[in-house]
């Protein structure tokens, strides 16, 4: 990406020596997904110079592709009816990803300045829900009725006129009902006069208005599709989601998955203002707060027993810390593992075994490591055991929980992925406390 | 995919009663990515008689789905002989998929087997390093001279049968440099006398042989693209990268970064036999162990404030455990912005400055609860304002640590994924130890 580098420094550069005229010139040359990247990084005011310096064509795709809170600011500091008259230009799906992000308000007076029939087209797409097919999809589409020949849907296609998206030609029976489509190339290598449904493919992968984002997503993966028909609930085709919304939403997955699992939020960005994510990060850290202060109470019951032999605080977080490996490791690969499909009830037994055995082997392994380190640096045979044997329990505990919680949040439809380091690490954190200070506290008579 | 649960149930089912014709008429029906994911849940012996019934087509497609362990374990169990006349009949690219997951004695052997035109067709692309777009590229493409007429183009294309992957249509001068495409549809539209050079579209985003597959990934997802011409060091057209497989790698890379975040390998699923997988979890276990003893001696430091006030141990690791969250929270939001592209140099002051400013904010914020807790159960107010002074100062490590570690692993060409809390977090605990500790130590003649 060092040419996105040298293209952000030049338009900069532009910008401060106000060649405006130069600049238009530029950006006429460059890919909107590009402009979009850069503006990110530009102060507002000159959000809104090199927006204005954008042809119409490439303004709409620099909105479309630009993210939250960067898309609502600068709609913000543009004027209302410069705005529709842009959107007025785009395909539906796009106005979409605009307004969505828009706050309500500001979003109904756009839609409200915008041509009638576009306007109606767009609302018709926010009815869906979010995250749902129905707001991912294009409702342009190129279709034509079974029994029409190759000659006529070649003709269709001339006639529509539908960009550079158009990749399949889908078929329809009467009722509008989806019964299978044709790929474009066998198209052309068919006879003008062959009818549609003797070369169409007949078992089409497709998905209801209402399928959520993530099975289309999971779909298109396991199907190696690229563009997935969009049908409602008797069949009726109603658009179609190309794999570039596809792979967006993937990210945005992942990128939800990762942050959560962290411990931050899933649509935070590097690029934030700090302001904006101040209370999203706060709520995390005061959770970690209260699960730390739950920890340290277990410490609290057995302060005495540190007073009597100090040497205990030194060694105890240590088996917190090996919980909170444990743990980690495990939630991490289980909450994958849902995200891929791969982790399904019938592989649950397999997957606690897996878990639990490696808990025992590494737990012994370290236990052993931990037991010979503080035999030898304090010399107390039973210190060391004991030690040891807290290290192996809790690293069975992690191995349970990792695994169990992420399983269970699914169960109940919540995101395993906010089982994230801060919620699973108290299990291990307490546990381990507790039954190393425990079990110390019960041989104390022996260690002293 | 409750649909997926019920095919993998009935699978299941008529393996145990042996009906082996009825099988291979339900698989013949089955898509072989689901014949695929069946597969990996079934004992070995299962899978090669699930194997043995499919078409040789179809087969051939299973073992391109499949992953290691499963494939070099079926491929084991299978005859050499057997699996190389599959491989005969798939796409090279396929076959390198295949390939290039088996040990190298077998994969030789099976290469050897092969038909000698397609074992070379495949050797050519293993040629090419592990991760680049030479690897993933499909040598199957269509693509004609720039003086043809699209007449001419369409007859191309109909003797090509490249099957269902042609969307475009590639366009080559008189040395086979890659000079614009047409899509399909547009091809479709046009006059049969029109020169294709008319009609092309000139500026291609292309990536070259050696191009890494996290880079192909990343133009793919910015520019929208279906399909990425690759070409070598002068321009020629030698493949195309599908977005079906740039989808695994993102989905891939995104897998390897949330794995290895949490302290894991990045190519562990859930469904590995805990032996293979066993010294991955184990190495981050123990380097986990070496960071707990280190800050553990840093409490060692310390014993005899420990042994004067018992209290301290209650609440250190409170200090340490608020680090914790810190540095993971920043480094989670660091690492994902740095592979969304979104982390770069013009960019750190901006997110440093943030990362600062939420440190002290949020550290403000919970220093002031904890001193509150510490005061209102202990009483001591000295004590409650060092616990609150050191969290702040370790929350501001924590910004400090967790932005600039990945950033320079990064730089240093090292995956920034790998800073897993394992690792940075160290920092927070030994500081958090160390300066609680160092503060009440400074401060015990008022303490006790």
Same mark, same amino acid.
């Given at each position: 990406?060092?040419?996105?580098?040298?293209?952000?420094?030049?338009?900069?550069?532009?910008?401060?020596?106000?060649?405006?005229?130069?600049?238009? !010139?530029?950006?006429?040359?460059?890919?909107?997904?590009?402009?979009?990247?850069?503006?990110?990084?530009?102060?507002?005011?000159?959000?809104?110079?090199?927006?204005?310096?954008?042809?119409?064509?490439?303004?709409?795709?620099?909105?479309?592709?630009?993210?939250?809170?960067?898309?609502?600011?600068?709609?913000?500091?543009?004027?209302?009816?410069?705005?529709?008259?842009?959107?007025?230009?785009?395909?539906?799906?796009?106005?979409?990803?605009?307004?969505? #992000?828009?706050?309500?308000?500001?979003?109904?007076?756009?839609?409200?300045?915008?041509?009638? #029939?576009?306007?109606?087209?767009?609302?018709?797409?926010?009815?869906?829900?979010?995250?749902?097919?129905?707001?991912?999809?294009?409702?342009?589409?190129?279709?034509?009725?079974?029994?029409?020949?190759?000659?006529?849907?070649? #003709?269709?296609?001339?006639?529509?006129?539908?960009?550079?998206?158009?990749?399949?030609?889908?078929?329809?029976?009467?009722?509008? &009902?989806?019964?299978?489509?044709?790929?474009?190339?066998?198209?052309?290598?068919?006879?003008?006069?062959?009818?549609? &449904?003797?070369?169409?493919?007949?078992?089409?992968?497709?998905?209801?208005?209402?399928?959520?984002?993530?099975?289309?997503?999971?779909?298109?993966? &396991?199907?190696?599709?690229?563009?997935?028909?969009?049908?409602?609930?008797?069949?009726?085709?109603?658009?179609?989601?190309?794999?570039?919304?596809?792979?967006?939403?993937?990210? #945005?997955?992942? !990128?939800?998955?990762?942050?959560?699992?962290?411990?931050?939020?899933?649509?935070?960005?590097?690029?934030?203002?700090?302001?904006?994510?101040?209370?999203?990060?706060?709520? *995390?850290?005061?959770?970690?707060?209260? !699960?730390?202060?739950?920890?340290?109470?277990?410490?609290?019951?057995?302060?005495?027993?540190?007073?009597?032999?100090?040497?205990?605080?030194?060694?105890?977080?240590?088996?917190?810390?090996?919980?909170?490996?444990?743990?980690?490791?495990?939630?991490?690969?289980?909450?994958?593992?849902?995200?891929?499909?791969?982790?399904?009830?019938?592989?649950?037994?397999?997957?606690? *075994?897996?878990?639990?055995?490696?808990?025992?082997?590494?737990?012994?392994?370290?236990?052993?490591?931990?037991?010979?380190?503080?035999?030898? *640096?304090?010399?107390?045979?039973?210190?060391?055991?004991?030690?040891?044997?807290?290290?192996?329990?809790?690293?069975?505990?992690?191995?349970?929980?990792?695994?169990?919680?992420?399983?269970?949040?699914?169960?109940?439809?919540?995101?395993?992925?906010?089982?994230?380091?801060?919620?699973?690490?108290?299990?291990?954190?307490?546990?381990?406390?507790?039954?190393?200070?425990g079990l110390a506290t019960l041989l104390m008579k022996f260690l002293l």
């Amino acid at each position: 990406m060092e040419e996105a580098e040298r293209l952000s420094e030049s338009i900069k550069e532009l910008l401060a020596s106000g060649r405006d005229e130069r600049l238009a !010139t530029v950006l006429e040359e460059v890919h909107p997904a590009d402009v979009s990247r850069v503006m990110r990084e530009l102060p507002l005011g000159d959000q809104v110079r090199v927006f204005r310096l954008l042809t119409p064509q490439s303004a709409g795709a620099v909105l479309s592709e630009l993210d939250d809170p960067t898309l609502s600011e600068l709609v913000s500091a543009l004027d209302e009816v410069e705005v529709s008259r842009i959107l007025d230009r785009m395909p539906p799906d796009h106005v979409v990803e605009v307004v969505e #992000e828009l706050p309500k308000e500001q979003a109904d007076k756009i839609l409200d300045l915008m041509e009638e #029939e576009k306007s109606e087209e767009v609302q018709e797409l926010l009815v869906y829900g979010e995250r749902t097919a129905g707001r991912l999809m294009s409702p342009e589409f190129v279709a034509v009725h079974e029994q029409a020949t190759v000659a006529q849907a070649l #003709e269709h296609i001339r006639k529509a006129k539908t960009g550079d998206s158009a990749f399949y030609l889908y078929v329809v029976d009467d009722h509008d &009902h989806l019964v299978g489509l044709v790929p474009l190339h066998r198209l052309l290598a068919a006879e003008p006069g062959t009818p549609i &449904h003797a070369i169409r493919t007949e078992d089409v992968e497709s998905v209801t208005v209402s399928t959520d984002q993530e099975e289309v997503a999971r779909l298109v993966q &396991h199907y190696d599709l690229i563009q997935v028909p969009v049908v409602d609930a008797s069949r009726r085709l109603l658009g179609t989601i190309g794999v570039d919304d596809v792979i967006d939403v993937i990210r #945005e997955e992942a !990128t939800e998955d990762i942050q959560r699992l962290g411990g931050a939020s899933g649509d935070e960005t590097v690029l934030d203002p700090p302001q904006a994510v101040f209370l999203k990060r706060l709520t *995390w850290r005061v959770v970690n707060l209260g !699960t730390a202060v739950l920890a340290a109470s277990v410490i609290g019951i057995f302060e005495s027993s540190i007073q009597a032999l100090a040497t205990l605080a030194v060694f105890m977080p240590i088996v917190a810390s090996m919980g909170g490996i444990g743990t980690t490791q495990t939630a991490t690969i289980v909450v994958r593992g849902i995200a891929l499909g791969d982790m399904t009830g019938s592989v649950l037994r397999r997957v606690l *075994w897996k878990e639990v055995w490696l808990g025992l082997t590494t737990g012994a392994a370290n236990g052993l490591i931990i037991a010979a380190i503080a035999y030898i *640096w304090k010399g107390q045979v039973l210190l060391a055991l004991i030690l040891g044997v807290a290290l192996v329990f809790n690293m069975l505990v992690a191995a349970v929980v990792g695994t169990l919680i992420p399983i269970s949040l699914k169960m109940f439809r919540i995101d395993p992925a906010i089982a994230s380091s801060v919620i699973i690490t108290t299990f291990t954190d307490v546990f381990g406390f507790f039954s190393f200070l425990g079990l110390a506290t019960l041989l104390m008579k022996f260690l002293l």
